[in-house]
T-cell receptor
Framework: DAKTTQPNSMESNEEEPVHLPCNHS???????IHWYRQLPSQGPEYVIH???SNVNNRMASLAIAEDRKSSTLILHRATLRDAAVYYC???????????FGAGTTVTVRA | NAGVTQTPKFQVLKTGQSMTLQCAQD?????MSWYRQDPGMGLRLIHY???????DQGEVPNGYNVSRSTTEDFPLRLLSAAPSQTSVYFC????????????FGEGSWLTVV
């Protein structure tokens, strides 16, 4: 299974953007890049996903490198509620299982 | 639409006892799975199912059994609880295509003493 590499932690100030990098150098052509986050004492929740093109939704943006070996999750204006562990995960059809690493712990300072 | 529902939310077991963690989803998802999360770590896959009547082992299946008699339900059974099974358990479900969202339950906190 292709694996991802993320920094252990990142800090941000409230109202500032947060850029969360993810390396996936062994990604296959059919792997989707998924991001989930886990708030304290809660189950993971979906943030965004993409295959080749950059993606935007109400929560975040996903920038995917042209060679697909890395991607960046962008939280445009961090709030205190964005403090969580963020997981970058590759999902390969038809395998629906998720392989979680340790993720990146995001701390937002007021 | 309740999503993925897990019960119980908290449970304390004695070593050697057995119990079942319940998971139900109302989204007609084919795929369901169980993960465990130990402190400070990511989730690890225990068992999964790609449809009613079909189950398979994940990364850490020892000490757990599952069955999938209906699309909606995917219970996880601890056969003889051990302190090493103290963890938070998450159930998840999704439709098959890999670009689809996976939905997680709120978790079941299990302590084995």
């Amino acid at each position: 299974d292709a694996k991802t590499t993320q920094p252990n932690s990142m800090e941000s100030n409230e109202e500032e953007p947060v850029h969360l990098p993810c390396n996936h150098s062994t990604i296959s052509g059919t792997d989707y890049i998924h991001w989930y986050r886990q708030l304290p004492s809660q189950g993971p929740e979906y943030v965004i996903h993409g295959l080749t093109s950059n993606v935007n939704n109400r929560m975040a943006s996903l920038a995917i490198a042209e060679d697909r070996k890395s991607s960046t999750l962008i939280l445009h204006r961090a709030t205190l509620r964005d403090a969580a562990v963020y997981y970058c995960i590759l999902r390969d059809p038809p395998d629906y299982k998720l392989s979680f690493g340790a993720g990146t712990t995001v701390t937002v300072r007021a | 639409n309740a999503g993925v529902t897990q019960t119980p939310k908290f449970q304390v077991l004695k070593t050697g006892q057995s119990m079942t963690l319940q998971c139900a989803q109302d989204m007609n998802h084919e795929y369901m799975s169980w993960y465990r999360q130990d402190p400070g770590m990511g989730l690890r896959l225990i068992h999964y199912s790609v449809g009613a009547g079909i189950t398979d082992q994940g990364e850490v299946p020892n000490g757990y059994n599952v069955s999938r008699s209906t699309t909606e339900d995917f219970p996880l059974r601890l056969l003889s609880a051990a302190p090493s099974q103290t963890s938070v358990y998450f159930c998840a479900s999704s439709h098959p295509p890999s670009g689809n969202t996976i939905y997680f339950g709120e978790g079941s906190w299990l302590t084995v003493v």
